[in-house]
C-alpha cells in the first residue's frame, strides 16, 4: 500500500524525519519497502524552497502578441506580483475576468534559476529556469505542470489548485516543499495487519507507537434532504455471510472533477482520479479502511416501479441461484460460484458483495442520485469468491483480510459527508442500517505471569496497561491480570497471546533483552541415521565424488530410460494434481535416475564425472495416508579416472573396479562386510553387475550402466565410454553400521611375505580362491593381495591365474621359514583339493 | 731428509691448491696422506734415520702430516659446497608452472551450510529432527492454525497429490507437530532441516524445491528474550562476532508473537550496497513464540509451557555469503559451480 506521509499528518503529528518514521512502522511489523520522495530532500528533483513556491492568481490576461499565450499576475509573497507569460490551457477560462483574486486559484511559481524538469522533453531531463522574452515580454518566471515538479507526466496544465476549507492556510509565497512535498511510502500489508489497510490505520499505530494522540476524521454528516425512510429497505438472509449493510441517498450530486488536493493525494496513493463521486469512494476507503459502494438510485427506482410501485427499493444479500451470472462494471462476465454474496433486488442481481459492483447498476456520467453502500463482509467468504473468479479489486483486498462491521456506519458517513461538500449534493435524512447481530466487543484476560514468561519483560501490571491504552484498548488492572476489551477497528485479537505480541510490538522488540536458553537441557540422543548419512558422504568426499542435492520431482517417462523394455517399475507413484512442468509431475522412484540425470547435463562440459547423493526415494502406498520415504545412496562414475594437466593424463578412463574401489573403502571404512555376487539388472550391462549383500540381504546394486541406458540419457561421452553407477538402500545398510569394533594389534615380529600364483578354471570367482586361502592360512596369514590376473596360453584355454601377495606374521614371535612353508603348503593343498588348482611356479 | 720432506709439503699444499673437483681431491690424497701416500713413505724411513735428528724430524713429519690434513678437510668442504650449490643452480624450476591436479570431490554448498547449521544449533542443544516430504494438509497447514481458505495459505502455493489432503510440504515447519508428539512431555530443542516446496515459476529468485531449517524450543519457561538471545548467537557464530541483530514484528499463523530477523549487512558492514538494498540489513530468518494452539495440537499444555520456533533458507544464506545471484544453480548441479566450495 501506497502511504503518503501527509496524508498520515492529517490524523497525527510526525515531526521525526523520514528515516526514523520507516523505523518505527519497520520494526513494529509495517514493513515499509521503499520510500519515493517527491520534492523534498531526497528526491531527484528537489524543490528550492526559495524558489519554488506557492503562487496565488490574481488576474489573467491574454498575451498581446499571442493567441495561445496568456499573461497571468501572480502574487507569491513579494513586495510586487509577477507577471508571467504562460500558454496553460486552464488558465485560458480566466482571460478578461478582470480581478480573480478571491475565487483562490492558486499554483506553484518557479522563480529564475530554479531547477526542474523540462515538461518538453520525454522523460526527466533537468533544466535550470532562465528568463527570457515571449513574443516581447520577458518571462522570468513559470508556472508548473506535475510534469516539471516531477509528480506525474501531466503536462496538459498547470496545477491549479483552488484554496478551500480543506487545504491547510498557505499563503503565497509557502514553499511548495511545505504544500505539495512529500515521502510516499511503500508498506507491505501482510495478512495479521489488516487494520492498517488504510491511512488511518497506519497512523493509528504511528500514534501507539510514539505515543502521541491520534486525531479522527470528522464522521459527522449534514443531512438536509428529503426523508430516506420507506424509500430504501436493505436484508439479507445471510447475516453470518453479511452482517452489516449501511445505505444513505444522496441526491443532485455534480459528478464534476474532484479538488487538486484529492486527486494529487489519490494519485500518490496509487488511484487514478475520476471524477468526484468515484474518488471520494476511493478516497474514503483509502483514508479509513472502509470499502463503499455507489449505486444509481434512479436505475434502482426505475426497477422497484416494476417490482413495488407505491413500495421501496428493496436490497437484499443473498447467495446465487444456480447457474446465476452477473456481469461486473469492468464487463466481464462471471458464472458465479455457489457461495458468492450477492447484493440484489426483486428482480435480480445487482453487484458481487464486498468484490465489484455490477455494470446496469453502476453510476453513469449522468446519474444525479446515487445509493451509498457501506457494508460489511465475511472476509473467508470474500476470499474463496474473490480467488474463484479471480478478482482482485481494492475492496476485495480489504474485505478478504477483515474489515470490523462498526466501520461501516463510520464510512458512509464520511463519503457521503464529502459528497454533500465536494460534490453538492444533499444527503437524505436517516440512514438504513441493517445489523441484524451486533457482536460484542470481545474482552481478554492477561495473566501477569504469563506476558512475563512468554515476553521475558519484567514489567509491571499497570505499564503492560499501558502499552495496550496505546492502542486503544480499553484496560482494567487487577491483582494478577488485566482485563483488555479490543478496540472495534480490529479482528486479529483472539487470545492473551495476541495481547503480548502487542505489548512486545509498542514497548519494542529491539527494547527485549537478549539472554540465554536458561530451561533445563532436553535428553541428547543425537541424530544417528542423520549422523551416519553424513559419514558416508564424508568417505565418498576423501575418494574424490562430488556430492549433488537433485530435483526429487521427476516424470515417470524419464525414470523408464532406466528399465529398457519395461514402462516403468511397478511402483505407484505420488504424483501431481497441479505440476509446474510434465519434467517435474510426481516424485521420484530413482535416486539413480536423478543423479545420472546430472552426469548427462555434465558431461557435456567434464571429461571426469564422479558424482554421487544421499536422498529420499518415494513409493506410494495406498494402504497408508503418506508414501513410504526410502533413503538411497546412488552413485555414477565415468570419463578420466585423473584430470589433465601439463605433464599429461594418463590414468586412463573409469572402469567397474573403480567402482567397486569406491564402495569398498566405504564399506571398510563403515566396517559393514558386504559381499558381492554376480546378478543381472535392467539396467546394468549383463556380465558387469553386482548385487551387493549384506549378512545375505541386498542392500544393493553396482555394475556397468547398459548400452541402452546410456544411449537413452543424452550423456556427451565417447563411444563403448563405460558409465558406471551403483544404488543403494540406506535404510538397510545403516543399522548394520558397527557403533564399535576391534583394532588389529600391530606386530613387533617382522613379516615373512611370499607370493603364490594360483590356476584354477576360469568359472571359479576370485572371491572362492581368496576365501580358501585366507581359510587355510590361519591365523599366521595376515594379508593376502591379488596383484595379477592373466589368462593365456601359457596356463592353457578355460584356465585363469591369479596371483596372490601372502603377508605371514605373527604378534609374540618371529616366524621361521620352516612354519611359513608349513602354511603354504597347507593353503596350496586345499587349493588342490578344493578347486582343483595348481600352483603356477 | 728434512729438506724432502719441506719439498713435499710445499709441493702438495700448492697441488692442493689447483684441485677443482672432489674426484682429483682424491687422487691428491691417495698420493700425499693415503696408505702408500708420500707422507706414508717418508715416515717408513723414520726408522733408518740418525737418531740424533730423528725426533725433531719426526715432530716436523707430524706437524707436516696434520696441516696437510687440515688442508684436506677444508679443500674438502669448499668442493663439496661448491658442488652443492652448482647442482642446485642447475636444477632451478619454474615455479610459476601449475601443480599437478588432483581428482578431487567435494560436499554440495547446501549440506555445507547445513552442517554449519547444525554444528551452530548443536552447541545450543538443538538436535536434529527430520520429517517427511510429503505431508498431510493437517500437519503442514491444520495444525499449524492455518484454518481452511485462512489468508496466510496464499503466501505459500502448495503443490496437491492426486491423495486428498496430502501436499508436499511448503515449510518445514510442517515438522514442528512431529517432534512434540515424538518428544512429549519432555522439554523439546529440535532442529528441523528439509526440502520444501512451492508451486512457484521458476526464477533467479525462487525454485519449485528448497531446503529450509527449521527450528523449535518448548519448555517451562523459554521467553521471547531467550528467542533473541538465541538466535543472535546464531548469527555471530554464522555471520561473523560483530553481527548485530535486528528483530521486526511479523506474522505467521503458527507464532505470536511473531519477529523477522535482519542482520547487519556483512558484505558492506551496513555501509549500504546492491545486496542489502541499501538498508544497511539483512533478512535472514523468521521466527517467534509457539502460538498456544499450536503447542496444545503438540500435546503440550500451553499454560504450562512455552517455546519459540524459526526458520531460515540455506540457500539464501549461501546466496548472500558467496553472491550467488541465481537460485537454479543449486539444483542444477553444474560441476563447474559445485566445485567452486
Same mark, same amino acid.
Given at each position: ?26 520494526n513494529a511489523g509495517?514493513e ?158 501482510i495478512p495479521n495487519i ?250 481478554v484476560k492477561l495473566a501477569y505471569d504469563y506476558a512475563r514468561r512468554l515476553s521475558g519483560l519484567d514489567l509491571?501490571g499497570?505499564?503492560m496497561?499501558?502499552l495496550l ?11 494478577d491480570h488485566l482485563?483488555a ?7 486479529d485479537i483472539e487470545g492473551p497471546h495476541d495481547l503480548v505480541e502487542e505489548i512486545c510490538r509498542v514497548y519494542g522488540y529491539d527494547n527485549i533483552p537478549n539472554t540465554i536458553l536458561s530451561d533445563p537441557l532436553p535428553p541428547q540422543r543425537g541424530n544417528p541415521k542423520l549422523e551416519q548419512e553424513e559419514r558416508i558422504k564424508d ?8 556430492e549433488?542435492i537433485?530435483?526429487r520431482l ?20 505420488v ?12 516424485m521420484?522412484?530413482?535416486l ?21 547423493e544421499i536422498g529420499p526415494i518415494f513409493i506410494e502406498d495406498?494402504e497408508e495416508i503418506l508414501p513410504t520415504e526410502q533413503t538411497r545412496l ?36 563403515l566396517?559393514?562386510?558386504? $559381499?558381492?555376487? @554376480? ?5 546394468? !550391462?549383463?556380465?558387469? #553387475?553386482?548385487?551387493?549383500? =549384506? +549378512? ?33 538402500d540406506l535404510d538397510a545398510l545403516i543399522p548394520h553400521i558397527p557403533p564399535y ?74 616366524? $621361521?621359514?620352516? @612354519? ?5 603348503? !597347507?593353503?596350496?593343498? #586345499?587349493?588342490?583339493?578344493? =578347486? +582343483? ?5 | ?106 560436499l554440495h554448498i547446501v549440506t555445507q551450510t547445513l552442517r554449519d547449521i547444525y554444528r551452530i544449533f548443536g552447541d545450543m542443544g538443538f538436535q536434529v529432527y527430520r520429517s517427511p516430504d510429503v505431508e498431510t494438509d493437517a500437519y503442514n497447514f491444520e495444525l499449524l492454525n492455518f484454518p481452511p481458505h485462512h489468508p496466510a495459505r496464499e503466501m505459500q502455493d502448495s503443490f496437491y497429490t492426486?491423495k486428498p489432503d496430502v501436499i508436499l510440504r511448503t515449510h518445514t515447519s510442517a515438522g514442528q507437530i512431529r517432534a512434540m508428539q515424538a518428544y512429549y512431555p519432555e522439554p523439546v530443542r529440535v532442529i528441523l532441516p528439509g526440502m520444501c516446496y512451492r508451486n512457484e ?5 525462487s525454485s519449485i524445491q528448497f531446503t529450509q531449517v527449521e527450528g523449535l524450543a518448548v519448555g517451562h519457561n523459554i521467553s521471547m528474550a531467550d528467542l533473541k538471545g538465541t538466535l543472535t548467537e546464531f548469527a555471530r557464530r554464522m555471520f561473523g562476532a560483530?553481527r548485530q541483530t535486528r528483530f521486526r514484528a511479523s506474522y505467521f499463523p503458527f507464532t505470536e508473537p511473531s519477529a523477522e530477523m535482519d542482520i547487519t549487512?556483512f ?14 540489513w539483512l533478512e535472514i530468518l523468521g521466527s517467534g513464540m509457539v502460538h498456544p494452539t499450536v503447542l496444545r495440537n503438540g500435546g503440550y499444555d500451553p499454560g504450562v509451557y512455552t517455546g519459540f520456533a524459526f526458520g531460515m533458507g540455506p540457500e539464501r544464506i549461501a546466496m548472500l555469503k ?5 537460485i537454479?544453480?543449486f539444483w ?10
Open positions: 500500500m501506497q502511504v503518503p506521509l501527509s496524508w498520515l499528518k492529517d490524523f497525527v503529528t510526525i515531526d521525526r524525519p523520514v528515516a526514523e518514521v520507516d523505523r518505527i512502522l519497520t509495517l515499509v519497502k521503499t520510500i519515493e520522495y517527491i520534492g523534498i530532500p531526497g528526491a531527484d528533483l528537489v524543490w528550492d524552497r526559495d524558489l519554488i513556491v506557492l503562487g496565488h492568481i490574481l488576474q489573467v490576461e491574454q498575451h498581446p502578441n499571442a493567441d495561445k499565450l496568456v499573461l497571468a499576475t501572480v502574487d507569491y509573497g513579494a513586495d510586487a506580483p509577477e507577471v508571467v507569460v504562460t500558454g496553460a490551457p486552464n488558465l485560458f477560462e480566466f482571460v478578461g475576468q478582470g480581478d480573480i483574486s478571491s475565487r483562490g486559484l492558486y499554483s506553484p511559481l518557479a522563480l529564475e534559476g530554479a531547477e526542474l524538469y523540462d515538461g518538453h522533453k520525454d522523460g526527466r531531463v533537468k533544466m535550470k529556469l532562465k528568463g527570457r522574452p515571449l513574443r516581447g515580454i520577458h518571462n522570468r518566471c513559470m508556472v508548473c505542470s506535475e510534469k516539471e515538479l516531477g509528480i506525474s507526466d501531466e503536462h496538459e496544465g498547470i496545477i491549479l489548485m483552488v484554496k478551500d476549507q480543506w487545504l491547510p492556510d498557505y499563503q503565497a509565497g509557502t514553499p511548495m516543499q511545505d504544500v505539495l512535498g512529500d515521502a510516499v511510502l511503500e508498506i507491505d500489508i489488516a487494520r492498517c489497510a488504510s491511512m488511518l490505520g497506519v497512523a493509528r499505530e504511528y500514534a501507539a507507537l510514539t505515543n502521541q494522540p491520534l486525531r479522527l476524521p470528522d464522521y459527522h454528516v449534514v443531512m438536509d434532504g428529503p426523508p430516506v425512510e420507506g424509500k430504501v429497505v436493505i436484508t439479507t438472509d445471510k447475516p453470518e455471510l453479511n452482517p452489516r449493510f449501511v445505505g444513505m441517498v444522496i441526491h443532485n450530486v455534480r459528478q464534476i472533477d474532484s479538488p487538486y488536493w484529492m486527486q494529487y493525494r489519490l494519485r500518490l496513493a496509487g488511484q487514478r482520479p475520476i471524477n468526484v463521486v468515484v474518488d471520494i469512494s476511493n478516497y474514503v476507503m483509502l483514508e479509513m479502511g472502509q470499502p463503499n459502494h455507489t449505486f444509481d438510485y434512479d436505475f434502482l427506482r426505475q426497477r422497484a416501479d416494476q417490482y413495488a410501485p407505491d413500495g421501496p427499493i428493496h436490497i437484499h444479500t443473498r447467495l446465487p441461484q444456480p447457474g446465476e451470472m452477473l456481469t461486473t462494471l469492468d464487463e466481464k462476465v462471471h458464472k458465479l460460484p455457489p457461495h458468492a454474496i450477492l447484493v440484489t433486488d426483486p428482480l435480480s442481481n445487482l453487484s458481487l458483495g464486498g468484490i465489484m459492483g455490477g455494470l446496469d447498476s453502476e453510476i453513469k456520467p449522468e446519474t444525479q442520485n446515487v445509493l451509498l453502500e457501506a457494508a460489511a463482509w465475511n472476509f473467508i467468504n470474500i476470499r474463496r469468491t474473490a480467488n474463484a473468479l479471480g478478482i482482485h479489486s481494492d475492496a476485495a483486498f480489504r474485505f478478504s483480510r477483515g474489515v470490523h462491521p462498526s466501520q461501516a456506519l463510520l464510512g458512509a458517513k464520511r463519503a457521503a459527508e464529502l459528497m454533500r461538500r465536494l460534490a453538492g449534493g444533499t444527503v437524505a435524512q436517516g440512514i438504513v442500517d441493517y445489523y441484524p447481530n451486533p457482536p460484542q466487543a470481545a474482552t509491571s499497570e505499564a496497561a499501558d491504552r496505546r492502542l486503544e484498548f480499553a484496560v482494567t488492572v487487577h491483582e482485563l476489551t479490543v478496540p472495534d477497528h480490529r479482528l568417505v565418498l568426499v576423501q575418494a574424490g565424488l562430488q549433488l537433485t530435483f521427476t516424470s515417470p517417462m524419464y525414470e523408464a530410460k532406466l528399465l529398457p523394455g519395461s514402462e516403468g517399475d511397478a511402483w505407484p507413484y504424483a501431481l494434481t497441479n505440476p509446474n512442468s510434465a519434467e517435474r509431475a510426481v521420484r522412484h530413482s539413480l535416475a536423478s543423479v545420472l540425470e546430472i552426469a548427462a547435463h555434465n558431461s557435456r562440459y567434464q571429461e571426469r564425472i564422479a558424482i554421487f495406498e546412488s552413485l555414477a562414475l565415468t570419463g578420466q579416472r585423473g584430470v589433465p594437466g601439463w605433464q599429461g593424463n594418463n590414468a586412463g578412463q573409469y572402469d567397474f573396479f573403480d567402482l567397486k574401489g569406491i564402495l569398498e573403502t566405504l564399506f571398510g571404512e566396517h559393514v562386510p558386504v $559381499n558381492y555376487e @554376480a546378478a543381472q539388472h535392467p539396467s546394468y !550391462r549383463p556380465g558387469r #553387475t553386482a548385487r551387493l549383500l =549384506l +549378512n545375505g540381504q541386498q542392500i544393493g546394486v553396482m555394475g556397468e550402466l547398459h548400452p541402452l541406458v546410456t544411449e537413452r540419457l543424452d550423456l556427451h561421452i565417447e563411444r563403448d565410454q563405460p558409465v558406471l553407477a551403483a544404488d543403494i569394533y576391534q583394532y588389529a594389534p600391530i606386530s613387533p615380529y617382522p613379516p615373512i611375505e611370499e607370493d603364490l600364483a594360483v590356476v584354477v578354471d576360469v568359472g571359479i570367482t576370485a572371491v572362492t580362491v581368496e576365501e580358501i586361502i585366507r581359510r587355510a592360512g590361519g591365523p599366521l596369514l595376515k594379508d593376502v593381495r591379488l596383484f595379477d590376473v592373466y589368462e593365456g596360453e601359457q596356463i592353457g584355454k578355460g584356465k585363469r591365474s591369479l596371483a596372490y601377495h601372502l603377508t605371514f606374521q605373527a604378534t609374540d614371535k618371529t616366524l $621361521n621359514d620352516k @612354519a611359513v612353508a608349513k602354511q603354504r603348503q !597347507r593353503i596350496i593343498a #586345499t587349493l588342490a583339493q578344493r =578347486l +582343483n588348482a595348481r600352483i603356477r611356479e | 731428509m728434512l729438506e724432502e720432506l719441506e719439498t713435499l709439503y710445499t709441493e702438495a699444499l700448492a697441488k692442493l691448491e689447483q684441485v677443482e673437483n672432489t674426484a682429483v681431491l682424491e687422487t691428491w690424497y691417495h698420493d700425499t696422506l693415503g696408505r702408500k701416500g708420500a707422507v706414508y713413505l717418508l715416515t717408513r724411513q723414520v726408522g733408518q734415520m740418525d737418531p740424533a735428528i730423528r725426533p725433531a724430524f719426526g715432530k716436523r713429519l707430524n706437524e707436516v702430516k696434520n696441516d696437510l690434513q687440515a688442508a684436506y678437510d677444508g679443500r674438502l668442504a669448499a668442493l663439496k659446497t661448491a658442488e652443492l650449490e652448482a647442482a642446485i643452480a642447475s636444477s632451478a624450476l619454474d615455479v610459476t608452472l601449475p601443480g599437478r591436479p588432483l581428482p578431487t570431490g567435494g492426486t515459476q521458476i526464477t533467479t529468485r560483530g549487512c558484505l558492506c558492514e551496513s555501509k549500504g550496497c546492491q545486496v542489502c538494498k541499501y538498508t544497511g558467496y553472491g550467488i545471484d541465481d537454479r544453480q542444477g548441479n553444474d560441476l563447474r559451480f559445485l566445485q567452486q566450495f
